[in-house]
Every structure is written in structure tokens, then in C-alpha cells.
């Protein structure tokens, strides 16, 4: 077969399970089938991403959409599963699926038309970023992107994550303030799940550390590699080597915030010394952006963790 054809098959049959995978998350009544839909339709549009040659998208895709999220979301579809048993579900009817669907349906649509209107060629502003992308000292064209050219925006969604973290932590009981986040994991001590605790974490440490550093040049970046921390830190958590640590201790708030706050000062020190906030010195712009990057895997590494242990459940006596 003509590589072309394959390629064109290959892409045609991803596109249309995908499709098909996300039309049943929505349909499936069951809430465990949905999210464990949704992972699988996750992991999917990694490899959409890799035919798309994004491998940075993809990365993240996995490894937030078809990893934490569904960690996520499997933690609160076991806590809604009592409901599910216990009490009869009310489903909207007929006439408001139908309006429901008509509404998506117009809204793709409309997307596809504002596509289809688009000038030929499309208006983009990739030959610039080209041209300005040396002076940051970074090969990898999607951190020149994100550490330059949106600096302000990449910023801003570090921020989010916390305030995300703080939503949750606010849903503590006020006896509970100040614990432990999530409950006490139970495991087999000669258990699988303890034998991989042991086993993964250093591999995955390295390997976060590996996707921070080559982040600059090649796929990867903080927040695959604090990521993948993040997971290795969990596994480690369910299997009972480690525990969460109380949200009150002053170095986990630190970790929280040294990343957003690496990131300012350095915004700063451009708007005081440079042209504009978050302009970097051309001589130095790399190591600048390496710092934040080191800073951020750590930030994102404990939040993500954080995020996923839940609100505070236990308090230290």
C-alpha cells in the first residue's frame, strides 16, 4: 500500500474512534463507564497529537488528560457511586437532549464555518516567532513559544492551578483545615501495588527530570516533567510508603508558590531592566528560562499531587 494511503487510513480510523469514543462518554449512563471513557478518549488524541507532529501537546494530553484527570475523576465517580446504587437518577428528557443536541451540533457548525472562512493562506504571525525564536537560546519552537511570545499567558496558567488547589482545600470541613488531604491508603505490603511503588519512582523521577531538562531543545518541559513526578509521587502515596503532608506546613506552601513566584521576579527584573515584563536579556534568556522551568516542575509536581489527594480529610493529633 502507498505510505501516503496507510497514513490517510491510519488517520481516518483515529479521527473516527475518537469520534466514536466521545459520543459514548456522553451517552453511557453509568459514571464510571463515562470516565473511564474519557481516559481511554484521552489517551486517543495523545496519538491524534503525534500524527499532528505536536509531540509537546501530546505529552501533555496523556499525561494530564488520560492520567490525572482520570485519576481525577475516578476518585469522585467512587464517591458518587453510592448515590448511583442507592437513589433513582433523573435524566432530562426527551425534548432537552434533543434541544441539547441541536445546540452542539450548531455550535460545530459554526466552527467549521468560521474555518472555512478563513483566507487562504491564513493569517499567522509563525514567521515572526521564527525569526525572534533564536534570541531565547531555546531549539524547542513550542518553549520559545510558551516562555516568549505568551510568556504573560504561561504565567496566568500556573496561577489557575493553584487557585484550582485552594477550590478544593476549601471544601474542607473547618475541623479539618490545616490536615492531611485525602484519606489513609490501605495496601498489601507483598502486593503488586507495593512492588511497583518500589520499583517505578526512581524511574519516573529520573524520567521527569529528563523531560524538564530537554524540555529546552526537544518534546518535553515542566509540565510533562512535573507530571510525571506528580504520578510517581502518588503511586508512592497508594501504596502506603508515603503520605500527604499536612497543608499547613509552611515548605509545602512554599513549594506551591515558588514557581509563580520565580516566574514574577523574573518578569519584573525584564519590566526594570529590560523593554517590557517578562523580556529576557538575550544573553542570558536561556538560563532564565531553564530556571523557571526548574522551578514550575516543582511547583506543578506538588500541586498536581495535592490537587488529586482532595481536600484535607485528617488532621494530625
Known sequence: MNPANLGLALDFGLSTLALGIAIYAIAVRTTYAAVVSFVAYGLLLALVWIRLAAPDVALTEAAIGGGLTGVLLLGAAARLR???????????????RALAALLAAAVTAALIAALLALPTPAPT???EA??????????????????????????????????ALLGVWSLARDDRWGGRPGLRHQADPKGVL???????????????????WVGADEPGGAFAGGTVIAAMWLLA?????????????????LLLVAGPAVFLLVGLGGLAFGAAFLSY?????????????IAMTITIAVTLGLLVSGAPERVDR
Open 194 to 212: 507495593v512492588f511497583l511503588a518500589r520499583l517505578l519512582p526512581p524511574i519516573g523521577i529520573v524520567f521527569g527530570v529528563y523531560l524538564l
Open 281 to 293: 536579556p538575550e544573553s542570558i534568556a536561556k538560563p532564565l528560562i531553564i530556571g523557571i522551568e
Open 125 to 127: 504571525l509563525a514567521y
Open 130 to 163: 521564527a525569526a525572534g525564536a533564536p534570541a531565547t537560546g531555546v531549539g524547542n519552537a513550542v518553549t520559545a513559544t510558551l516562555m516568549a511570545f505568551r510568556a504573560t499567558d504561561t504565567f496566568l496558567e500556573k496561577v489557575v492551578l493553584l487557585l
Open 82 to 96: 453510592v448515590t448511583e446504587a442507592g437513589v433513582e437518577k433523573e435524566r432530562p428528557g426527551r425534548v432537552l
Open 237 to 253: 502515596i497508594m501504596a502506603k510508603l508515603a503520605d500527604t503532608p499536612p497543608i499547613a506546613h509552611r515548605g509545602v506552601r
